[in-house]
């Protein structure tokens, strides 16, 4: 070999020109300068850009800076970035490039995710509490790392053109910091100041300009009068007023016709909260971790008495910290205008009502002609701004599970539309729920992206709801999907739409069971895809064989399953008024007691108990439901904890709270019966119940001996099955005594136990099991017509 021939042989060795490609949440989080810094840190040339499948990296230089810029591209991210795949192509170096730029983004078809709505940071609170700087006290801070995402995009390449901020120019000092890669607000795109962004404005009910020389500060004297406030968040409106206001907080009530429907508060910090609730280190970390969830936490003696009327006679409380610039600065104002960030840590008196401005269970108010239209009858007046929310999100709300994890209620602002990664690809599927708390669910590859919470399509507008939300989301993920699920009820909206967009579109519709759908979601976020048991649990669902299902212990395989058994079904006089007055339930369970001539006696207040009785002896207008949901009403009543409900699950909560005052029992273990045919009777327990004169024992015992009967249950089937997972789905498992008791008798038999965590094991859930369902019934269809293929 000659000499020259060996220098550039020894030269192509040490240089190398290696194009990566980045996939996941990299877009309008900071990543491009942190790939600028790094690469400058390195000494490499090339560039770096968006494009819609996420960001494109070509980098140019000596081998051993390039690995080291790949080994640390993934580790050293910023906070808010998540990277789902690194992968690159090397080729010989070219020489072509001279330093290191951010380019322009490409085009190309979306597989990136857009991040969600954080809170706003540290960084940037200190700016906006700085009398000296030039942000100081401005409601729409924000940065790289923190701020309004999903909620102001309108689709992808995640740019400033895209989003809600289009309509700002930035001013000349915005500007730079947008263009400076070493600057925090480099390519912000929501980045503006008080010269160049959006503005507030006070208004009456009306619209009209309420005369103040500061928003904040007449907004904070309305507060302190007692008056309603309709305040614009990220995903939008909250109905806001003094939480120790008692008549500020009935006159909400009143005009929101919310009787005794909990509602969340928000105080500045955790120190703020010490006083009223019981809070442990995880359930702090998840108070105040980015994506600023409603967290449900123990009320403390003397909750009730500060906060009179907020969550009367629960015993959570739902509480949550400001996480918009706007919402800080209320509980500044409130405080005195303290220079500084040192308040923030300190216990501050302000605490308000901060419930979404949904009246009357519609969507959530986002605009502000709308606010002016819906809430003028609630509210005293609004405090708006001029940037739009293009997708309603609500709050979301999480509790810390038995099992010390969180678990959601509701899955919404900060978490949507993060994607959940399933175990495979699959084709790209639209599921669309059920009828009560919808979401909806679409997959890319091996991406399931869950919807924000929409809520019960008992109305237009929230059915409307459900197509702005499904033609949003299929638009950012620019998804065509190729399958549509939907739940096996024919007579849901959501079973209707998807059989339109099906019909549309030309594609094959797949209804789900609406239990299967419940198990199958919880297996999807596990990645668990061999035969597993199921017990699902909720307040109702159509069953394949089209009576009212609830109470299900099921095998299930993918695509398919089997119901191996179900509790033993009770009768539901008058129908679906049943699931709203718990003393038609004890009624039934009296009824199959024998006991219907206690059934007039028991309830002399209800109008209508002698022809209850007689509607039960001829089974007239009496459905039957295996419903667990019915159970907890039948408990109720007959403890005379609640006779008539005033919101979904009241009852349920009401139970669970006076079980947790008691304290734990041992289970009646003579109180239930299993059957040789799968169905298991819990109404020999209910008989104990029905003669119990202390209610908070009753429900304890309730509580402890469901639990006992549902794991010898689920541990007979697991042996008959030979099966040794379960996985527990259902809005019941949201009881927190409940699934800290089942889950702890059935690990302690040696069964592994699967409960929702990236979503809510209510109706909340079930587009993810839907979407699973779909997939697995593809793909074998898929291998069915390839087996048949000669």
Not at 149 to 160: E, H, I, N, S
Not at 724 to 736: A, I
Request: aromatic share 6%; with cysteine; net charge negative.
């Amino acid at each position: 070999m000659n000499h020259n021939a060996e220098v550039t042989r020894q030269s192509s060795s040490l240089f190398l020109r290696r194009r990566l490609r980045v996939t996941g949440i990299v877009q309008g989080v900071g990543f491009r300068p942190y790939v600028w810094r790094l690469a400058m840190e390195l000494n490499l040339s090339g560039w770096v850009r968006n494009d819609a499948a996420g960001v494109e990296i070509l980098v140019e230089g000596e081998r051993h800076r390039i690995e080291a810029f790949t080994r640390r591209l993934p580790v050293e991210i910023p906070p808010l970035a998540r990277v789902r795949e690194l992968s690159w192509d090397d080729a010989p170096h070219s020489g072509e490039h001279t330093g290191f730029v951010i380019t322009e983004s490409g085009a190309g078809r979306a597989s990136t995710m857009i991040g969600h709505d954080t809170a706003v940071c540290l960084d940037c609170l200190t700016e906006m509490f700085d009398p000296a700087d030039r942000r100081w006290r401005y409601a729409f801070i924000n940065c790289t790392n923190c701020g309004p995402r999903y909620t102001l995009t309108r689709c992808l390449p995640y740019d400033r053109a895209q989003t809600s901020m289009a309509p700002f120019p930035l001013c000349p000092d915005c500007e730079k910091e947008y263009r400076n890669p070493a600057d925090r607000r480099f390519h912000a795109e929501p980045t503006a100041c008080p010269v160049c962004g959006p503005r507030l404005a006070l208004v009456d009910v009306r619209g009209n300009a309420i005369p103040c020389d500061d928003p904040i500060t007449a907004t904070i004297q309305l507060l302190q009068a007692g008056q309603i406030v309709a305040i614009k968040g990220l995903g939008g409106f909250h109905l806001a007023c003094d939480a120790r206001n008692a008549e500020a907080v009935q006159r909400l009530r009143a005009r929101k016709q919310r009787d005794e429907k909990p509602f969340a508060v928000m105080a500045a910090n955790p120190a703020s909260l010490a006083e009223w609730v019981e809070m442990s280190e995880a359930e702090q970390a998840l108070l105040t971790c980015r994506e600023r969830p409603i967290v449900l936490l123990r009320k403390k003696c003397g909750a009730d008495a500060a906060l009179p009327g907020i969550a009367p006679g629960l015993a959570w409380l739902g509480v949550m910290l400001p996480y918009a610039p706007l919402q800080w600065l209320i509980f500044h104002e409130a405080a005195g205008r303290p220079a500084g960030t040192e308040w923030i840590h300190h216990p501050q008196g302000l605490m308000l009502v901060m419930t979404s401005a949904n009246p009357g269970g519609e969507p959530l108010v986002s605009h502000n002609d709308e606010a002016i239209d819906r809430l003028g009858n609630i509210a005293d007046a609004v405090l708006l701004h001029d940037r739009d929310i293009v997708v309603r999100c609500d709050d979301s709300v999480v509790r810390m599970s038995a099992n010390n994890g969180p678990q959601f209620i509701r899955r919404a602002r900060g978490y949507t539309p993060r994607a959940i990664r399933l175990s495979r690809c699959g084709p790209s599927v639209l599921a669309l729920g059920s009828h009560l708390k919808n979401t909806l669910c679409v997959t890319r590859g091996n991406d399931a992206f869950v919807s924000q919470h929409i809520g019960g399509l008992d109305n237009p507008a929230t059915c409307n709801m459900l197509q702005e939300v499904t033609e949003h989301l299929l638009h950012i993920l620019q998804v065509r999907p190729e399958a549509v699920a939907h739940d096996l009820h024919p007579d849901f909206f959501s079973s209707h739409y998807a059989l339109e967009l099906a019909d549309a579109w030309g594609l094959p519709t797949i209804a789900v069971q609406h239990h299967h759908a419940h198990i199958a979601a919880v297996a999807a976020e596990h990645g668990v895809e061999r035969p597993l048991l199921g017990l699902a649990l909720d307040g109702v669902g159509l069953g394949s064989d089209h009576t009212s299902w609830g109470g299900e212990l099921l095998r299930v395989d993918g695509a398919a399953f089997t119901r191996l058994g179900h509790l033993t079904p009770l009768p539901m006089p008058g129908g679906d008024k049943a699931a709203k007055e718990p003393w038609r339930m004890a009624a039934a369970a009296l009824f199959l007691l024998g006991r219907a001539d206690d059934i007039p006696r028991r309830f002399t207040a209800q109008p209508v108990a002698r022809q209850l009785r007689v509607m039960l002896e001829h089974n007239l207008h009496c459905p039957p439901t295996t419903s667990l949901g019915r159970w907890f009403d039948a408990a109720a009543g007959l403890l005379g904890v609640r006779n008539v409900m005033t919101f979904e699950g009241q009852a349920a909560m009401l139970l669970e709270g006076l079980a947790e005052e008691a304290g734990d029992v041992s289970p009646l273990t003579d109180a239930y019966v299993l059957h040789a045919d799968g169905k298991l009777d819990l109404l020999p327990l209910l008989a104990r119940l029905a003669d119990e004169t202390d209610a908070r024992r009753g429900a304890a015992l309730f509580h402890a001996t469901l639990a006992r009967a549902l794991a010898d249950w689920t541990l007979q089937a697991a042996e008959q099955q030979s099966l040794d997972t379960v996985t527990l789905g259902g809005g019941c498992f949201l009881n927190h005594i409940l699934s800290r008791h089942l889950a702890n008798h059935l690990t302690s038999q040696g069964l592994r136990v699967l409960e929702a965590r990236q979503i809510p094991p209510n109706d909340g859930g079930l587009s993810l099991g839907q979407a699973w369902v779909a997939i697995s019934s593809l793909n074998n269809r898929q291998l069915k017509g390839t087996r048949s293929d000669p």
